[in-house]
């Protein structure tokens, strides 16, 4: 089946420009992960949903940074004002209910701020 | 909070060689472990995890590894290596009983060379 989508793959944004992220989660997952990979970093979190409300968005940088789930499935991150320290691939990953502790990964949206 | 250290940030190694990748944890509280690895251009991908039950815990491509409580640690291992395992690994953890964030270590590159 489908895995995880996210789009675009790649976006090049200029400084102070709002960009908006999709992620396309695992039909019937629940749960919803982001995350920020920086080079030569592993994986940080930003925000957990679980269904349509953020369980945990104790990783969110700064009040430019805002996501959504509206319908419990697709969700949007989204980056107001951006900054070229926002440069990163863009993890999003989905878990079923019952297995709540393995994370799907998709590929990711590389961001650069020029 | 917990926190992951991988201290080998790249491992060469030749092909059919043993390889052990290292991971040590810090936690207040009981957490699950996981190694995801990630081959280039591509998304995150579950090798293992441990949550319960027996310390050595198999997971794909032939890799396994073994949770060590008393020094928190939980190195991945496999024993012979073949050049399709060239890839970048990383450890992480999450709490137990709820809240499904993981924590990653920075990861190791794993070069196997012939």
């Known amino acids: 089946g489908a895995g995880v989508s996210q789009t675009p793959s790649n976006k090049v944004t200029e400084k102070g420009k709002y960009v908006e992220l999709r992620c396309d989660p695992i039909?019937?997952?629940?749960?919803l992960y982001w995350y920020r990979q920086s080079l030569g970093q592993g994986p940080e979190f930003l925000i957990y949903f679980q269904g349509t409300g953020a369980a945990d968005d104790s990783g969110l940088p700064n009040d430019r940074f805002f996501a959504v789930r509206p319908e419990g499935s697709v969700s949007t991150l989204k980056i107001q004002r951006t900054e070229r320290g926002d440069s990163a691939v863009y993890l999003c990953?989905?878990?079923?209910?019952?297995?709540?502790?393995?994370?799907?990964f998709g590929q990711g949206t590389r961001l650069t701020v020029v | 909070a917990q926190s992951v250290t991988q201290l080998d940030s790249q491992v060469p190694v030749f092909e059919e060689a043993p390889v052990e990748l290292r991971c040590n944890y810090s936690s207040s509280v009981s957490v699950y472990l996981f190694w995801y690895v990630q081959y280039p251009n591509q998304g995150l991908q579950l090798l293992l995890k441990?949550?319960?039950?027996?310390?050595l815990v198999k997971g794909i491509n032939g890799f396994e590894a073994e949770f060590n409580k008393s020094q928190t640690s939980f190195h991945l291992r496999k024993p012979s290596v073949h050049i399709s395992d060239t890839a970048e690994y990383f450890c992480a953890v999450s709490k137990t009983g709820g809240g499904n964030k993981l924590t990653f270590g920075t990861g190791t590159q794993l070069k196997v060379e012939l």
């Open positions: 990953a989905s878990s079923p209910e019952d297995r709540g502790n393995e994370a799907f």
């Open positions: 039909s019937g997952h629940t749960a």
């Open positions: 441990y949550l319960s039950g027996s310390t």
